[in-house]
Nanobody, 124 residues
């Protein structure tokens, strides 16, 4: 059973940066495709970024391209999301997710394990 624990969220002004981390345990981290999803108040959960198990393939939702970078450190069993040039519309709870058979990064149903989420609030 894989456990995922996010950290690094907080309050930041527009234009600022945050780095989210997701620590994985209980499984073979390098076997899993990983993703970051987010859910804003009153909205559905949406895909933000995804990464293959090798790290060689990544994907981003259009609204974060050029501002967010997903990466993983296999030795530390940790997934990261570097978020720069943050906007108020990036305010959401951010979740990391893991799955072995993820055919489409943006498809939440392809992921098997989810973290509890970390709040990111961007003030204008």
């Amino acid at each position: 059973q894989v456990q995922l624990v996010e950290s690094g969220g907080g309050l930041v002004e527009a234009g600022g940066s945050l780095r989210l981390s997701c620590a994985a345990s209980g499984g073979t981290f390098r076997r899993y495709r990983m993703g970051w999803f987010r859910q804003a108040p009153g909205k559905d959960r949406e895909f933000a970024a995804g990464i293959s198990w090798t790290g060689g393939s990544t994907a981003y939702v259009d609204s974060v391209k050029g501002r967010f970078t997903i990466s993983r450190d296999v030795a530390k069993n940790t997934l990261y999301l570097q978020m720069n040039s943050l906007k108020p519309e990036d305010t959401a709870v951010y979740y990391c997710a893991a799955g072995i058979y993820v055919a489409t990064f943006a498809q939440s149903s392809d992921y098997d394990y989810w973290g509890q989420g970390t709040q990111v609030t961007v003030s204008s």
